[in-house]
């Protein structure tokens, strides 16, 4: 069983920059892949990012490549997701989700989920 909790939501300008982080509880943190997902409103769930259980494969979506990175810290539990350069079109409800061992763009395929953190870009 793994609960995941967001922070580090909030409002920024256009070009600005965020930092989310997801803290995991759970002893087997180490062995499940992480995803970030985004839902803006009236849109669908979509992937951002995801990031294998070694930390040595890393995805992201084509809107965010070059912009977000996704990071985890399994010593103290947590996954990041630094984003730069942000647009309006980043502003979304942010979930982070767990699934085990390799991450997937599906958001179906995840077991766990946070409870999301607001992110909200000015122009």
């Known amino acids: 069983q793994v609960q995941l909790v967001e922070s580090g939501g909030g409002l920024v300008q256009a070009g600005g920059s965020l930092r989310l982080s997801c803290a995991a509880s759970?002893?087997?943190?180490?062995?499940?892949?992480m995803g970030w997902f985004r839902q803006g409103p009236g849109k669908e769930r979509e992937f951002v990012a995801g990031?294998?259980?070694?930390?040595?494969?890393?995805y992201y979506a084509d809107s965010v490549k070059g912009r977000f990175t996704i990071s985890r810290d399994n010593a103290n539990k947590k996954v990041y997701l630094q984003m730069n350069s942000l647009k309006p079109e980043d502003a979304a409800v942010y979930y982070c989700?767990?699934?085990?061992?390799?991450?997937?763009?599906?958001?179906?395929?995840?077991?766990?989920w946070g409870q999301g953190t607001q992110v909200t870009v000015s122009s």
């Open positions: 990031l294998d259980w070694n930390g040595y494969s890393t």
């Open positions: 989700a767990a699934r085990w061992l390799l991450a997937t763009p599906r958001a179906s395929e995840y077991d766990y």
């Open positions: 759970g002893r087997t943190f180490s062995s499940y892949a």
